[in-house]
């Protein structure tokens, strides 16, 4: 009996921490999503209404560019993220620790100074157009095609936004795919050895498949936090490359100022994620310690 | 007659500065059931991951129907495991995990085509198997929900499903219980007999050994100390190693004083054993079921019975002689304390040379001691563990 109590005890602070800053403010939110601007209370006469829904559709392009973006982040990150995570794991012990500092070692600083120094990299006059610049690559380029090209214009495009969610977020799908591997049983590679595989099939038939747990997690670790980004898009995007995040904070901190219409795009949002995340932790069923959020 | 299949050749392995296996001679027979058997650490597991293919010897052949396999690997030998842990695919059901090694493609020897079994001819197959090993109906079953002996014949027929000459086990029986284990032994010698296939055997444990082997390799230190039918390990150990991993034995030092005489305790005893050089130091194995009590007059040697254990078919009883203490098993209770006689039938001496294992194994002082500590009557067993003894209350 003493054992049966002794748990809860230890969870009030957690349960109470949760509740208090996390389903409260989502509470909030959902209120507020259907509240009306002018009446300012869901209870009042005319508080309920779905306007805010209904003006939603002038932003669909915002909406329609986040999940793009976020998607290609995802996809890029998995690209990049899988073959570095599979080639750490089978390295010796050293050398995973050497990885592992190198792959943490950015986010050991701040995240705004190292959005802004891949601005100083891809500026107009950044250290890629100037070294350009130096090797005489655009009077070349230009001398080919009759152009009169100074820079390369990279900030301000979807590319940048791509890249600055690909360097922010590439450990967050590292990681988990990385220790999933790890943890392989090494036996269950040599099983598949001497059943007749050759080592291609190895890989296909049995150490892609185990991952997939891993590969599940990073994603989500990197698609959600990609979807609502804002201040990646609004760095490298230049301003050109609004995203839902951007639109967000435009309703409650910039000058559109309206929170109800704000609460109304972050819960369109979240419902579409965690539609995502169910659909893809279904596809990947079966799997054990599928991940939800 | 027999066909060789397999041969290792003055096979030598080490790890940096460590020998795990120090120049193996072995050959194996076709169809035959071959059991490496040994201690851990003794060099059997490796042994088999040579033949399987998934260590090359440092030194030395392996032979596979005359060619040397040494460098070919695991995927091009037509050799199968099975893995101490079972290995099976956690993300495949049993149908699917059995059938992992028809799905892949294989190379014609003749045409050099790559080809492909039809889904039909591996329904068959799987089919089959499943029935082989008695686990029809669970194909669509995961393989985390099974308990540990289906999945161990879930490991069997995903290996012998590819139809391998040689299926390789590594103490497949290791991670049952005993009832279980029992089943599985029958089972596993009726299926390499059905299908008339090669096993070769890794285990620690000796009465498995001797109950399926045809041959039993005893490996001890990297070296092999002894090939032969269980019944010539059991009878005929070489040394006293073999002699004592091989059920109990008391080993005593002996003088042959000629064929067919061999002297213990100064008192000189008939037996079979023939060709030593006389007054050869030898070490004499005598087996505990081998010793007949008799009245003190009427023995060869006496001795005061110290230990008295009761084992259900018969008594284990440790007799000292002359400060000499051996391990009898007898269907008469002697008490503690007694005086008594034995005999000892010429059959039932073994005379074995003097190897580096003289001396290390088979007295018994240690075991009788042990049952002394319990049975005195001022021996507090609360004494060791003293923290834990309250909490039953």
Redesign the interface.
Known sequence: MKKRNRLPLFAVPYVGWMALFVVAPILMVVLYAFTDAQAGFLFSPDGFTLENFARMGSYAPVFLRSFQLAIVATLVCVLIGYPVAYFMAREGEQFQKMAMVIIMLPMWMNFLLRTYSWIAILDRNGFINQFCRAIGLFDLINGIFGTNLEYFQMLGTPGAVVLGMVYNYLPFMILPIYSVILKLDHSLLEAARDLGANSVSVFRRVIFPLSLPGILSGVTMVFVPSVSTFAISQMMGGGTQMMLGDLIELQFLGGAYNPYLGSAIALVMMVIVVICMYVMNRFGEGEEEAVML | MAKELIRLSNCCMSFDDNVVLDNINLYINDQEFLTLLGPSGCGKTTTLRII???QTPTSGEVLFDGEKINDV????RA???V???Y?????LNVYENIA??L??P?TDPETKKKVKLSEAEIKARVTEMLTAVNLTGFEKRSVTSLSGGQQQRVAIA??LV?RPKVLLLDEPLGALDLRLRKDMQNELKRIQKAMGITFIYVTHDQEEALAMSDTVVVMDGGKIQQIGTPEDIYNEPKNAFVADFIGESNIIDGYMRGDGVVEIFNRRFACLDKGFAVNEPVDVVIRPEDVDIVPEAEGQLTGTVTSVTFKGVHYDIIVDFYGFKWLIQTTDLSPVGSRIGIKIDPDGIHVMKKSHYSGMFGDYSSYSEEYEEISDANYDPTEEDEGDSNEET
């Open positions: 399987g293919g998934f690997p695991p995927h091009k050799v199968n495991t893995f101490q842990r290995a099976l695919f956690p993300h992992f090694g799905r892949l294989k995903r290996a590819n």
